[in-house]
């Protein structure tokens, strides 16, 4: 199962197991069972600590489960966790082995302090780029608290179950056998969703902080860039973001950051965060803005309300919120999504094998995107509003050479429809006749580009007629101490070293501030 540069991998994470464990495998005669049982016998060949049983009795075959010795920890994997997952896996393993996980103490105390009966199960694609590190937050929460338990399930291997509980997205969580959340999560989010007090606790401590000489509201390439390089200066810097990494989190394939030839984004989020905390910067996660008050007087203090009630004060404020995935804004969509309507094809595009469907947008990410669903759907309408598509001419080229793409100019997309709560179809009209037209279609990938996140801002500063933030050449808006980077901004060309560049030059443009007023 394992070539030979894998195997010298994993041979080397399993001599960090500490502890005995069992991997409990329940088979059948199927081919994927043959596939699972090969990589297991690998795997518990490499440690002395691991000991195969393959007289597993659980109803999903091919599974297995990882089980310390005296202990009654349940993580059980109903796949053949290779592809994206295979880090997964490896951490599954030395975590169950005994090894330490590199999550903040204060994280595993909470998962660990959780009261009552949790039975988890993840639906998940190997192919799916956000899976991954919501299937690590659930195995480690299983490792560390007996009361919780965790499946891993792999959506291809276990088709017929997707469709009875009509999952077309994911990473998808059920608890307790009712939808618990889709999409990407954390484990923070995770254990706040279950721990009711948790957003009472955070509002009182915050509520506690002293003024910051500069508080940046926003986690991504902009904030992160801004928090480095206030610490540097020696000034009290606080971080306030809902998701650290912000969209960057969402990114598949990051190859133009230069210095750094490839990677993806959730190991670039990662990294942003990493390079943060080697300075005395406070990061407050989670949090999620919702309101800004001038400061009363010149060189007064400048206010940010978050949703929980909590305020954090600043003698100078960066505002890096981002963007997010713009919608149609039709009919139908916040009804069928996760249901047929979906936004990234890398994730959830192995859900529709077989399958017609649809992706809306003629800009590099459209085409991108339809060029890749074309090896795995049966059929790809591309739509696109204008009358010529947006991308790249070589990205062109390329998806009409395909035989099973169309491609449909002049369109106004109007309705998504469905039927028993599963999208089957959306209707467009035709821009040059004002023909109704309709594609009948499983699923659809919404690709029209961002929208900034600035609605909480709305007539607290000026903004673009887009609903960017207007800043001048030093990242100054129009509100004196207040300061704007990255893909929230006006600044063209919204790309992540840029965002990163926007916000070193913010950062300095607010001590500059700071040190004249």
């Given at each position: 199962m394992l070539d030979a540069a894998l195997k010298t991998q994993l041979q080397g994470y399993l001599d960090h197991v500490k502890l005995p464990f069992e991997i409990i495998a329940s088979l059948d005669k199927s081919a994927s069972s043959d596939e699972m049982r090969e990589l297991l016998e690998e795997i518990s060949g490499m440690s002395d600590k691991i000991t195969l049983r393959t007289d597993g009795v659980d109803t999903r075959t091919p599974s297995f489960l990882l089980r310390r010795t005296g202990t009654e920890q349940s993580l059980r994997f109903?796949?053949?966790?290779?592809?994206?997952?295979?880090?997964?896996?490896?951490?599954?393993?030395?975590?169950?082995?005994?090894?330490?996980?590199?999550?903040?103490?204060?994280?595993?105390?909470?998962?660990?302090?959780?009261?009552?009966?949790?039975?988890?199960?993840?639906?998940?694609?190997?192919?799916?780029?956000?899976?991954?590190?919501?299937?690590?937050?659930l195995s480690l929460m299983s490792v560390l608290n007996p009361r919780i338990r965790t499946t891993v399930v792999d959506g291809g291997l276990y088709q017929a179950e997707v469709e009875a509980r009509e999952i077309m997205a994911v990473p998808s969580v059920y608890l307790n056998g009712q939808h618990f959340i889709s999409g990407r999560v954390s484990l923070e989010e995770i254990v706040a969703k279950?721990?009711?007090?948790?957003?009472?606790?955070?509002?009182?401590?915050?509520?506690a902080e002293e003024p910051y000489d500069m508080l940046i509201v926003g986690g991504g390439p902009a904030g992160a860039a801004a928090a480095v390089y206030a610490a540097r200066k020696g000034i009290r810097t606080g971080v306030a973001a809902e998701r650290f990494g912000g969209q960057v989190n969402d990114?598949?394939?990051?190859?133009?950051?230069?210095?750094?030839?490839?990677?993806?984004?959730?190991?670039?989020?990662?990294?942003?965060?990493?390079?943060?905390?080697?300075?005395?910067?406070?990061?407050?996660?989670?949090?999620?803005?919702?309101?800004?008050?001038?400061?009363?007087?010149?060189?007064?203090?400048?206010?940010?309300e978050l949703a929980n009630g909590a305020k954090l004060k600043g003698k100078t404020v960066i505002l890096s919120t981002g963007a997010r995935w713009r919608n149609v804004g039709v009919p139908g969509e916040a009804e069928y999504k996760n249901?047929?309507?979906?936004?990234?094809?890398?994730?959830?595009?192995?859900?529709?094998?077989?399958?017609?469907?649809?992706?809306?947008?003629?800009?590099?990410?459209?085409?991108?995107?339809?060029?890749?669903?074309?090896?795995?759907?049966?059929?790809?309408?591309?739509?696109?509003?204008?009358?010529?598509?947006?991308?790249?001419?070589?990205?062109?080229?390329?998806?009409?050479?395909?035989?099973?793409?169309?491609?449909?100019?002049?369109?106004q997309t109007t309705e998504f429809t469905g039927a028993a709560g599963k999208l089957n179809g959306l209707n467009y009209t035709d821009r040059v006749t004002?023909?109704?037209?309709?594609?009948?279609?499983?699923?659809?990938?919404?690709?029209?580009?961002?929208?900034?996140?600035?609605?909480?801002?709305r007539g607290t500063l000026e903004l673009s007629k887009h609903?960017?933030?207007?800043?001048?050449?030093?990242?100054?808006?129009?509100?004196?101490?207040?300061?704007?980077?990255?893909?929230?901004?006006?600044?063209?060309?919204?790309?992540?070293?840029?965002?990163?560049g926007d916000g070193a030059k913010a950062a300095l443009g607010a001590f500059d501030h700071l040190m004249r007023s």
């Open positions: 109903a796949a053949i966790p290779l592809g994206h997952e295979f880090t997964s896996l490896v951490l599954a393993l030395l975590w169950t082995g005994g090894h330490p996980p590199k999550v903040e103490q204060a994280q595993q105390d909470a998962v660990k302090a959780l009261d009552g009966e949790y039975d988890f199960e993840i639906y998940m694609s190997l192919t799916c780029h956000n899976c991954p590190d919501v299937v690590q937050a279950l721990d009711t007090g948790a957003a009472a606790r955070d509002a009182k401590k915050l509520d990114t598949l394939g990051i190859e133009n950051y230069i210095s750094v030839s490839v990677t993806d984004g959730p190991k670039f989020a990662a990294a942003l965060e990493g390079h943060v905390k080697d300075y005395k910067v406070d990061i407050h996660n989670l949090q999620r803005a919702e309101k800004l008050t001038p400061a009363a007087k010149p060189g007064g203090l400048i206010e940010v249901k047929g309507v979906a936004y990234c094809p890398h994730c959830d595009g192995p859900l529709f094998k077989g399958k017609p469907v649809a992706v809306i947008g003629g800009g590099n990410s459209g085409v991108e995107a339809a060029i890749d669903l074309a090896g795995i759907v049966k059929h790809v309408t591309l739509i696109e509003y204008g009358d010529q598509l947006r991308a790249d001419a070589v990205l062109v080229n390329k998806a009409r050479s395909l035989p099973n793409v169309t491609i449909i100019t002049n369109a004002g023909e109704a037209k309709r594609v009948e279609v499983d699923g659809c990938f919404v690709q029209i580009g961002l929208v900034p996140n600035t609605e909480w801002l609903g960017e933030i207007i800043v001048d050449a030093k990242g100054a808006t129009s509100l004196p101490g207040v300061f704007a980077a990255g893909d929230v901004t006006t600044v063209p060309f919204k790309q992540i070293i840029i965002a990163a």
